[in-house]
């Protein structure tokens, strides 16, 4: 479970690209946006100008990965010809992120895979804008990158008080040995998860293979969530993680 | 205590949570990143051609507060937790301690901002918020004191 608190390093920061976790190849990043644009409301009877919120902001400026061209999970491999489509970072407390760890997730267009060098060190750097129009890229982690080969009910997260304005998460299947699963998130009003959660999301992934998927509803969002990860045959490892849109 | 000590040590930042309470987020404040309190007043150039010497009048003021906290997602209080909901608006308020934590007659700078930016970058290897307010609403901030 999560060790919420003030300990979130670059140490143990971790990077989920569609199907791939490419932390181990991961070598910087800039600044992960979250900002609005200042309106301006100054009348000219008043004396100190002030703003409102206008439009908002997502996106990673320079990612940057080592130049790793192993198949399938190398970073050049995942982020060469600009194909992400699903990002998301989990910020361990002082470990590797667990369920209940912030996130930042987002669906995105990948802008760049320039390649340079760090330090004699061959590296690709990328930038991600957000593709969709969920409003909020903070969440948190509801299935964190831990191997599976049984059902699997993930603890429940006390996500705070119920929203009303829809929801975005991301699923990343980073290893699979060819069996079946189902993946969905449930909601609760309670937490007890014993018969009066509803599901929440459902993804189409069936965890036969490496895939990424992304997934925006509408509507209320209760306060705890949880991530289940339904085994009908094999291993899997699974990272999930949501958001909750803003009002604003 | 009045005087010439007031020092980053005793400085404390609140801000509200998106539901309108007042958290204080001096714990999570990185040393040295904050710029809190005041006016910048817009010079409006009044330079005629045959003057001798540039001068100038007072226009719009400006009051923005920037601020870096650490990512802490403690429940309720942590600094992450707090700004998450960005953008919003709330009171902010800002106290400069005399040789200890501010107390009744201390300096403070108080008024409604907006938070617009809750960015998360790495700084020192911790990750952090890179908080931006602007004043809100029609009633600027203010100098006060501590009450």
């Known amino acids: ?43 000219w009877g008043e004396s100190i100008k002030n703003s409102t919120w206008g439009w908002r902001t997502i996106g990673v400026d320079g990612f940057a990965a080592l130049i790793n061209d192993t198949a399938v999970s190398g970073a050049l ?42 330090g004699q060190a061959g590296n690709v750097t990328a930038n991600f ?19 599976v080969s049984a059902t699997t009910n993930c603890d429940s997260v006390d996500n705070g008080a119920s929203s009303a304005y829809g929801w975005a998460a991301n699923l990343h299947v980073i290893a699979s040995d060819g069996g079946t699963w189902a993946f969905t998130i449930e909601h609760s009003s309670t937490g007890a998860f014993a018969g009066e959660e509803a599901t929440l999301a459902t993804f189409a992934a069936d ?16 306060e705890y969530l949880r991530a289940v990860l339904t085994r009908t045959s094999g291993t899997v490892t699974a990272v999930i993680a949501l958001s909750r849109n803003t009002a604003a | 205590m009045a005087g010439k000590n007031k020092v980053e040590r005793y400085f404390r930042i609140s801000f509200d949570d998106s ?11 990185v040393p040295g990143s904050v710029k809190a309190g005041g006016v910048v007043w817009d010079s409006v150039d009044m330079l005629g051609v045959s003057d001798s010497v540039r001068h100038s009048l007072w226009g719009w003021g400006s009051s923005p507060v920037e601020a870096k906290f650490f990512l802490n997602d403690t429940a309720t209080t942590g600094a992450h937790t707090v700004l998450k909901s960005a953008p919003y608006a709330g009171t902010l308020t800002a106290q400069w301690g005399g040789g200890a934590a501010p107390t009744t007659g201390d300096p403070e700078w108080e008024g409604e901002y907006v938070l617009l930016a809750a960015d998360i970058s790495f700084d020192g290897g911790r990750a952090v918020i890179n908080a931006k307010f602007e004043p809100y609403g029609s009633t600027p901030p203010a100098w006060g004191t501590v009450s």
Not at chain 2, 20 to 27: E, H, K, M, T, V
């Open chain 1, 207 to 222: 965890g036969s293979a490496i895939a990424s998927e992304r997934q925006t509803g509408t509507g209320t969002v209760e």
């Open chain 1, 1 to 43: 479970m999560a060790n919420p608190g003030k300990n979130k390093t670059l140490r143990y920061l971790r990077v989920f690209c569609d199907g791939a976790n490419l932390s181990g190849d991961a070598r910087a990043v800039g600044t992960l946006k979250n900002s609005c644009d200042a309106v301006e409301l100054t009348g």
């Open chain 2, 19 to 29: 539901s309108g309470n007042p958290r204080d987020l001096s714990a999570d404040l």
């Open chain 1, 129 to 147: 804008d957000s593709l969709d129009e969920a409003s909020n890229p903070i969440g948190v982690v509801l299935s964190p990158a831990t191997s």
């Open chain 1, 77 to 118: 491999t995942v982020m060469q010809d600009s194909g992400i489509d699903v990002v998301t970072f989990a910020f361990g407390g002082g470990d590797e992120p667990e369920t209940g760890d912030p996130a930042y997730l987002m669906g995105t267009t990948q802008l760049q895979d320039m390649v340079g060098w760090d």
